[in-house]
């Protein structure tokens, strides 16, 4: 079973920034794509950012391009997710998985607050 771990997220002001991070570990090839999810309380969950394997090819929502970086380390099965310039609409709980198909198992997530 593939184990994924969020983290990072906590509470701040918009105009701030926050990086999460996400640990891949169990049944898993270190050649695929991954990509950064969140969902907000009462909406579906939604894309945020993908990046392949090597790291050359990224993907963002419209809603998030130019404020947030996605970028890997494949040494250590790490996936971040750097976001600047947040604004309240960012408020979720942000989630990491294969992109596309995502795995069955989701991971608990990690909160991210954006206070106005």
């Known amino acids: 079973q593939v184990q994924l771990v969020e983290s990072g997220g906590g509470l701040v002001q918009a105009g701030g920034s926050l990086r999460l991070s996400c640990v891949v570990s169990?049944?898993?090839?270190?050649?695929?794509?991954m990509g950064w999810f969140r969902q907000a309380p009462g909406k579906e969950r939604e894309f945020v950012a993908s990046i392949n394997w090597s790291g050359g090819v990224r993907s963002y929502a419209g809603s998030v391009k130019g404020r947030f970086t996605v970028s890997r380390d494949n040494a250590k099965n790490t996936m971040y997710l750097q976001m600047n310039s947040l604004k309240p609409e960012d408020t979720a709980v942000y989630y990491c998985?294969?992109?596309?198909?995502?795995?069955?198992?989701w991971g608990q997530g990690t909160q991210v607050t954006v206070s106005p």
């Open positions: 998985n294969r992109r596309p198909d995502p795995y069955d198992y």
């Open positions: 169990g049944r898993t090839f270190s050649s695929i794509g």
